[in-house]
């Protein structure tokens, strides 16, 4: 049996992932508690958190000193960071995947029991785990805000692919929740 | 003042056409009756529409046809009967009924329109028009059918807005066959 890899992603209304420069801050004003507390539901499923480098770097700068509630789920629950370079990764439990994405996402998904492998970005990372077809579930998060540019996660597919709709959901500062499946022969 | 909104169905990545400028992907797998309902009441109000150039020449060689009035009898009667206004620099003369050639700044004639007595207004399609007037404070309400399918490359509405009003999200609805409709309004 292998466990399922869940994409979360906060995305603006025009699709993007972050602005250019990967600032994030779009997804603020529309973060209610609502929204919040799903989140964090959603989180706290996970059996381990997996990200690119500069997120892993970014996270750990900031979840270990926090005490907003997303900090207890990210600073528990074990983490798997991919990366060929990081050298050191003080922010655990965490271990270091390097080498081919394709090979470590098996090894992950074999492993541990059926909580799901949840990947958090950034953008570059979630562009390949998409281009790659390696996501099992989308969670995307749309803010009502248009960016005009950004950084696209699904810009690396070599062509249109079809998704099944599975849970809808609006919060009530204007984010829209997708929980999309896609469809495999 | 007249009212303005836009309806596009768009890719979950946020886009109203693919990269070659087809639309065929936002009607696969949509059979749907409930879907279809919707559609028809939502193309049947007594609004006007608004195109830019790409769209409208795609519109025209659509809804005046035969095809069309057997196909989709009510919304070709609809399409055709609607006052139309259609943004371009190069048309000579719009052909297709009621259609009104505009060839100023988008933006300006938009403003100048909305304060004329008439029907509330739709953009359809037309993506730069979309950008423009978004741009410009002019869009009350933006209607997004996003269609499950993710396309990858296409061309974006939004493209190059640089005002980011947060929208309030007024209305939302899902269907059976994967499209959620999302109604946005200017706060």
């Known amino acids: 049996m292998t466990r399922k890899l869940v994409l979360k992603q906060h995305m603006s209304l025009d699709g993007y992932a972050g602005r250019l420069d990967g600032d994030v801050g779009f997804v603020f004003d529309s973060l209610d508690d609502a929204l919040t507390y799903w989140i964090v539901q959603d989180i706290w499923k996970a059996g381990v958190h997996i990200m690119g480098r500069k997120t892993y770097e970014d996270m750990a700068a900031w979840w270990p000193k926090s005490d907003e509630p997303f900090a207890a789920p990210m600073n528990t629950i074990p983490k798997a960071v991919f990366s060929d370079t990081l050298e050191e990764a003080p922010w655990g439990p965490v271990q270091v995947i390097r080498g081919d994405l394709g090979a470590g996402i098996a090894h992950l998904k074999s492993q541990g029991d059926a909580r799901p492998v949840v990947a958090h970005g950034g953008a570059r990372f979630a562009r390949a785990l998409a281009a790659a077809d390696l996501v099992d579930e989308y969670h995307l998060i749309t803010h009502p805000v248009a960016l005009g540019r950004g950084l696209a996660i699904f810009s690396g597919l070599p062509a249109a692919r079809r998704l099944s709709l599975v849970e809808n959901r609006a919060f009530p500062k204007g984010a829209v929740l997708n929980i999309y499946r896609p469809v495999r022969p | ?187």
Request: charged share 20%; proline share 5%.
């Open chain 2, 1 to 187: 003042m007249r009212r303005l909104g836009v309806f596009n169905n768009v890719s979950l990545d946020g886009y109203y056409t693919d990269a070659g400028n087809g639309l065929g992907w936002a009607h696969e797998g949509a059979g749907d009756d409930e879907h279809m309902e919707f559609v028809k009441d939502n193309a049947q109000g007594r609004n006007a529409l608004v195109f830019g150039r790409v769209t409208y020449d795609m519109m025209e060689a659509w809804w005046p046809t035969p095809m069309a009035a057997q196909a989709m009898p009510e919304v070709a009667k609809g399409m055709n009967d609607a006052p139309k206004y259609v943004f371009s620099r190069t048309l000579e003369k719009a052909g297709w009924s009621n259609t009104t050639l505009l060839n100023g700044d988008p933006a300006a004639e938009i403003a100048r329109i909305k304060r004329t007595p008439g029907p509330d207004m739709t953009v359809l399609g037309s993506g730069s028009i979309v950008a423009q007037l978004v741009e410009a404070g002019l869009v009350d309400e933006v209607q997004l059918m996003v269609c499950p399918v993710v396309l990858g490359s296409g061309k974006s509405q939004f493209a190059g807005v640089t005002s980011k009003p947060l929208w309030t999200l007024s209305r939302s609805r899902t269907f059976r066959n994967g499209r959620v409709f999302l109604a946005y309004t200017r706060p």
